[in-house]
């Protein structure tokens, strides 16, 4: 975060607040997001994009109520892809309109409950899906807002793009073969559905913009055929979610006005080109909103040293808190914040208390040599994926998600208790 100082004794303050404090009033391990963060990076995108333009937060990465009032306060809309987070965010006020519905596999009561509550868009994921929202939107009597989700044959991994085999995937429907095509045929002949756009999702921790531009190119592509086809320019393009944050130093991420720029060339040059009118667009950013945004404090509970080796330091989460390094390999950084040292610094490599040797959090970070039980460390970048993808393994708690806002701390989700979880065990 912009706010984090080092007190005069060493300790770490984050928007004025020690560190130490913190884990004292809030325990650990704990999540601490700096509300101001988000809202600055929220109003980049909002105003990076403009006006013409729709910025659909992805819930996903992390969504409580809390966050649903800043998006909607800062006049984001936001993309769910369950009947939870779209319960989740009717119940904080977000108005029905600026949700936008997603998922490969949506249960009709899921379908029904976002057509009932009238939902800006549902983005269709599949064949079988088309005809179903068209019975549920008729059923109801309503004509639901759609989108067709394609493939188009990009898939974007952080620094690099591969433009082969990446119709081998469960979600969208495949621009190869004509069948995004058929689809739109399908869609534009059912009652219950208004067919408004496209939408292309290729990846996500992107850094090249290659990828989006490649994607842009075919979508616009695709509106040329329907256009040619049926005679009407479908007014909006949505190109998914996906810009990269750094988690390391080594990461030089993209800004979202260098996406905006980029993605608005593209599409304005390809539809110029066509004679198409320039179609409304939105973006679903998730992890470049709320991922900065937040890091992970925690307790050192043992220290192992394998002399030439490295250093396992223990702390009091670990898998459950954070699944992306032993999921994805992820890398992070740390930092000791409750001291500063003079001691060597030693390969180290920070790991959790779960019961598994790939209960990692941080695989290589230099620590002091003197890091003991009762240090406190921090890992930043820890806002997205991570609370979202907290499991109860080993019957962990779920920490608690605490927002900071002008020196002041609030939970915004509570730590999960033992009568939590004995609450769900009714045997
Ligand atoms: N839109 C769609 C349709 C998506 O599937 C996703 C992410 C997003 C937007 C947001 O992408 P973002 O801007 O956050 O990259 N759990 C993984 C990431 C999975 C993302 C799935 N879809 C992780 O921890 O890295």
């Known amino acids: 975060s912009r706010t984090v100082r080092r007190n005069a004794d060493g300790a770490v303050t984050v928007g004025g607040l020690d560190v130490r404090a913190l884990a004292e009033e809030f325990g650990t391990p704990a999540y601490f997001l700096d509300e101001e963060d988000f809202r600055a990076r929220s109003r980049a995108w909002r105003d990076a994009f403009g006006p013409d333009a729709d910025v659909f937060y992805a819930g996903k990465a992390f969504l409580s109520r809390a966050v649903v009032r800043w998006l909607?306060?800062?006049?984001?809309?936001?993309?769910?892809?369950?009947?939870?987070?779209?319960?989740?965010?009717?119940?904080?006020?977000?108005?029905?309109?600026?949700?936008?519905?997603?998922?490969?596999?949506?249960?009709?009561?899921?379908?029904?409950?976002a057509v009932e509550a009238g939902v800006g868009r549902i983005v269709l994921d599949s064949f079988q899906e088309i005809v179903r929202v068209a019975h549920i939107a008729e059923k109801l009597g309503k004509r639901q807002r759609v989108q067709i989700r394609v493939t188009v044959g990009v898939e974007a991994h952080t620094h690099e793009f591969i433009a082969t085999a990446h119709e081998d995937q469960k979600f969208g429907i495949a621009l190869a073969g004509g069948q995004a095509a058929e689809a739109v045929r399908r869609a534009l002949k059912l009652d219950g559905l208004e067919l408004i756009g496209i939408h292309s999702h290729i990846g996500s921790q992107i850094f090249d913009m290659a990828g989006f531009e490649v994607s842009a190119r075919r979508v616009v592509q695709l509106l040329t055929e329907v256009r040619d086809e049926h005679g009407i320019e479908l007014p909006e393009i949505d190109l998914g979610g996906g810009l990269g944050i750094a988690y390391t130093s080594e990461d030089d991420p993209r800004e979202p006005h260098e996406i905006a720029k980029a993605l608005n060339e593209i599409v304005t040059k390809e539809c110029e080109a066509a004679g198409l009118a320039v179609p409304r667009l939105s973006v679903e950013p998730g992890r470049a909103i709320v991922g900065p945004t937040a890091f992970t404090l925690y307790e050192v509970g043992t220290v192992k040293e394998l002399e030439g080796l490295r250093t396992y330091v223990s702390v009091d989460g670990g898998m459950s808190d954070n699944i992306r390094t032993a999921l994805y390999d992820a890398e992070y950084s740390v930092a000791l914040v409750s001291r500063t040292s003079d001691a060597e610094p030693m390969l180290s490599r920070v790991v959790g208390k779960h019961c598994e040797s790939g209960d990692i959090v941080v695989r290589d970070a230099f620590l002091p040599a003197d890091v003991a039980p009762g240090d406190l460390l921090a890992v930043p970048a820890t806002g997205a994926y991570c609370r979202s993808m907290a499991s109860n393994y080993n019957h962990a708690l779920r920490p608690p998600v605490v927002a900071v806002k002008d020196g002041a701390a609030r939970v915004i989700v509570r730590r999960e208790t033992e009568e939590d979880l004995l609450r769900l065990d009714v045997g």
């Open 72 to 113: 909607h306060e800062e006049g984001l809309n936001l993309d769910v892809c369950s009947g939870g987070e779209l319960a989740t965010a009717l119940s904080a006020g977000m108005p029905a309109e600026r949700i936008a519905l997603h998922g490969n596999n949506k249960s009709t009561e899921e379908i029904t409950r």
